[in-house]
Nanobody
Framework: VQLQASGGGLVQAGGSLRLSCAIS????????LAWFRQAPGKEREFVAG????????YYADPVKGRFTISRDIARNAVYLQMNSLKPEDTATYYC???????????????????WGRGTLVTVSS
């Protein structure tokens, strides 16, 4: 399974970006998808997640109301729409997949089986 994230870039505070993550390779069974981010000198943190059937979504408190995660099951892709961006959102964003999770979402990066390379988001003040 391979994940490829894209869509990062430089944006001014208050602006928007849309990240995409394409999933390829054998994807048998159910898997949850999530976005994490890691700023320089900080640990990787959960941003948002979506269940295998795209029914439920979960968000970290700092991004609630500003970010929206969505999943296109037919296209094997997941997206993160980021609005009202703040300088503290600056980080490398990673998409990740956890195989065989059928209930809820884990916010622990150690639970995820596959990771994309990440895409850098820089928000200027």
């Amino acid at each position: 399974v391979q994940l490829q994230a894209s869509g990062g870039g430089l944006v001014q505070a208050g602006g928007s970006l849309r990240l995409s993550c394409a999933i390829s390779g054998p994807t048998f069974g159910s898997y949850a998808l999530a976005w994490f981010r890691q700023a320089p000198g900080k640990e990787r943190e959960f941003v948002a997640g979506v269940t295998w059937n795209a029914v439920s979504t979960y968000y970290a408190d700092p991004v609630k109301g500003r970010f929206t995660i969505s999943r296109d099951i037919a296209r094997n892709a997941v997206y993160l729409q980021m609005n009202s961006l703040k300088p503290e959102d600056t980080a490398t964003y990673y998409c990740a997949a956890e195989i065989s999770r059928t209930v809820g979402i884990s916010m622990n990066p150690r639970d995820y089986d596959y990771w994309g390379r990440g895409t850098l988001v820089t928000v200027s003040s």
